[in-house]
């Protein structure tokens, strides 16, 4: 099992970034998938979930600008990030959800960084 995420980069604030995580090797459909973020010095973070069947779920400090989708076909979950803050810069990965106490697989991270 892979799970692989792209999209990250360098932005200004305000802008916006979308990523996307692959994963290969395992059925999709039926897992959720999470993102999560780690800035430097601090703890790894939830940043948004999404189940199976679409419902998504956001920590508090990324509520009404991040979105989190997935396309079941291409095996894909994106994050869409608007009006991203200098706070938001991290390393952000993603994660299949473990189902019925089965494992967890993480991708390897892709930078954020917001800044002027």
């Known amino acids: 099992v892979q799970v692989v995420e792209s999209g990250g980069g360098l932005v200004q604030p305000g802008g916006s970034l979308r990523l996307s995580c692959v994963l290969s090797g395992s059925i999709f459909s039926i897992y959720a998938m999470g993102w999560y973020r780690q800035a430097p010095g601090k703890q790894r973070e939830l940043v948004a979930t999404?189940?199976?069947?679409?419902?998504?779920n956001y920590a508090d400090s990324v509520k009404g600008r991040f979105t989190a989708s997935r396309d079941n076909a291409k095996k894909t979950v994106y994050l869409q990030m608007n009006s991203l803050k200098i706070e938001d810069t991290a390393v952000y990965y993603c994660?299949?959800?473990?189902?019925?106490?089965?494992?967890?697989?993480w991708g390897q991270g892709t930078q954020v960084t917001v800044s002027s």
């Open positions: 994660k299949r959800e473990p189902l019925n106490r089965g494992p967890d697989y």
């Open positions: 999404i189940t199976s069947g679409g419902r998504t």
